[in-house]
């Protein structure tokens, strides 16, 4: 049997060949429902909206097994619609099992922008692959699925899945080149009980900032007359604009200004609590600027000390004090000559040091300490500061002309607590980030851990949120990270009231207060429902063990999950 639901553009469901349900019993009408609406079927609401494609996808509804393939996409990265065809199979085998738990593992809006993921079975055919996957590659996803992964990617080296599968050990962070680019990939096996069933990678581009659109093209700096360029040393940004991880549509809206802002050579002041990710936005900005291929420097202002900052500013000649460096050192300002000086707070700077700072700002000039020579430098300005800076101004900490001349153009970054649909995303992003680093497989939280996460503050934004995840992946043991083994003070924000069904007593004999307000179905039916919650917490979401331990199938588990809501 083929069941094909024909898909708008908004991925509702507009026509359904012969059957119109997939619960017989029930017999409940999807035509004109959202696809994410439609039970077992939900999941695939969110890969199609963010771009896969699949064949010969593994997925049960109900008792039934089938085959899943969905091959139209919007090359732009807009949706289509189209058709959602699906094939009986019969009974599923453990294969299929293992690849649709793989597959219902999958936040798609948890991969990073350039990031692609990719699904082959055990003889190397691509089952499943992303928008983004294709775009590294520069083809179509619909020009991808079915094929054979070595024949799938054009100027590139083979594929390391095939190895991976036949080795059955992971290999995560490795370099590889796919169409002329390069970028780093991880692959792991899909293994259960010993037995390979196919295998997924991932795939994140890690080029450098790209090159400026004036690169070569200007001529040296040429100041007044007595003046000459410096070029100084060249250390580069370490981010760009795609390495701001975020989800919601505040920070999407800010990355726009950001690009902007970056376009132009204005001076910048990023204000924003510790934490929230200023030095990163400031990396974005020359990454993404015409000074992208000039040096990026960094001072921190509240690090050196007061009598050493402007040494460290401006530079000395030899024998300008008791005690300067054979031969004299380059200052900060010429460093950055052709590129971007990024002061971090800026408000913890001496007032006399600001003034001399100002001068800087506004000629462009520099004068090493020792010397009479005036040098010319050609250098962007971003700075930082903590503290709301109008504060500063009026408490005298900050100079009036010097808030003016830094404040041409402000970008205020939001504190976490603020923008809490980006937690779910940069949780995701740092637990890959430690899986490569710590060697793990960690697959994410705990309904519980969750919960603990998403109702704590952050009052250190996300640097906190960082050291958390880190802090979690020294204390983890299992596939997912649990409310224990987050720090104390995230921890401690679980009430008794959103406890595990296994901290609350599932057979609680309390339920019997609930006699005659509420009938014995719906009283079975919570009962049920914490002992499913109980289960799958004890196995650490491990679907599988899970139906097991309540001896029961697995399609059986998977109807209740969806019955319930607790996919």
Request: net charge neutral.
């Amino acid at each position: 049997m083929q069941l094909v639901l024909s898909l708008d553009r908004n991925l509702k469901v507009v026509s359904v060949s012969e059957n119109n349900s997939f619960d017989h019993q029930d017999q409940v009408v999807i035509v004109g429902k959202s696809l994410d609406q439609v039970g077992d079927l939900r999941h695939f609401h969110a890969l199609l909206a963010t771009g896969f494609c699949f064949k010969s996808l593994p997925v049960p509804i109900g008792d039934q097994w089938y085959e899943a393939e969905y091959l139209q996409g919007g090359s732009d990265g807009t949706l289509t619609g189209g058709k959602l065809v699906l094939t009986a199979l019969g009974r599923g085998n453990e294969a299929a099992m293992v690849l649709h738990d793989f597959v219902q593992s999958i936040d798609p809006f948890s991969l990073d922008a350039g990031g692609g993921i990719l699904l082959v079975d055990r003889a190397g055919f691509i089952l499943m692959v992303n928008r983004e996957f294709a775009d590294i590659l520069g083809l179509q996803v619909v020009d991808m699925v079915g094929h054979h992964v070595n024949e799938a990617y054009p100027d590139s080296t083979l594929s390391r899945l095939p190895k991976v599968m036949d080795s059955g050990k992971a290999e995560i962070g490795e370099p590889h080149q796919m169409n002329g680019r390069q970028i780093v990939a991880s692959r792991w096996p899909l293994k259960k009980n010993g037995k390979i069933f196919g295998a997924y990678g991932k795939a994140q581009l890690r080029e450098g900032p790209k090159p400026s659109r004036l690169a070569g093209k200007l001529p040296p700096a040429v100041g007044k007359s007595n003046r000459r360029a410096i070029a100084g040393h060249r250390p580069t940004a370490l981010y760009d604009v795609d390495q701001i991880v975020c989800q919601g549509q505040t920070m999407r809206d800010l990355k726009e200004r950001l690009v902007r802002i970056a376009g132009r050579s204005s001076t910048v002041l990023l204000t924003g609590e510790s934490g929230t990710g200023k030095e990163l936005f400031a990396h974005a900005i020359h990454s993404a600027s015409r000074q992208s291929d000039g040096p990026f420097v960094r001072v921190n202002c509240a690090a050196i000390p007061e009598n050493l900052l402007e040494a460290e500013l401006f530079g000395y000649v030899e024998g300008a004090f008791s005690g300067a460096r054979r031969g004299g050192q380059i200052g900060k300002f010429e460093q950055a000559h052709g590129g971007t000086l990024f002061l971090d707070e800026i408000s913890e700077m001496p007032l006399a040091m600001q003034a001399k700072l100002l001068r800087v700002l506004q000629e462009r000039e520099v004068a090493p300490l020792g010397s009479q020579d005036i040098r010319f430098v050609d250098v962007r300005f971003i700075t930082t500061t903590n503290c709301d800076a109008l504060t500063l101004v009026k408490e005298g900490k900050l100079r009036s002309d010097l808030y003016y001349r830094i404040n041409v153009v402000s970008l205020p970054i939001p504190p976490l607590r603020e923008r809490t649909e980006d937690i779910f995303r940069l949780t995701r992003y740092f637990v890959e980030q430690f899986n490569v680093e710590f060697d793990l497989n960690v697959q994410g939280l705990s309904s519980r851990a969750w919960s603990a996460l998403k109702a704590y503050p952050f009052p250190g934004n996300v640097r906190e949120l960082r050291s958390a995840i880190e802090s979690s992946f020294n204390m983890v043991n299992g596939p997912f990270i649990r409310l224990y083994d987050l720090p104390v003070p995230i921890a401690e924000l679980q009430q008794p009231d959103d406890l595990s069904a296994l901290d609350k007593g599932v057979f609680n004999l309390n339920a019997v207060k609930d006699l005659g307000s509420r009938s014995l179905q719906e009283i079975m039916e919570e009962l049920e429902k914490n002992l499913i919650l109980a289960a799958m917490e004890k196995v650490g979401g491990n679907k599988l063990v899970a139906a097991n331990l309540l001896r029961i199938s697995r399609p059986g588990l998977y109807k209740k999950l969806q019955k319930y809501h607790l996919h």
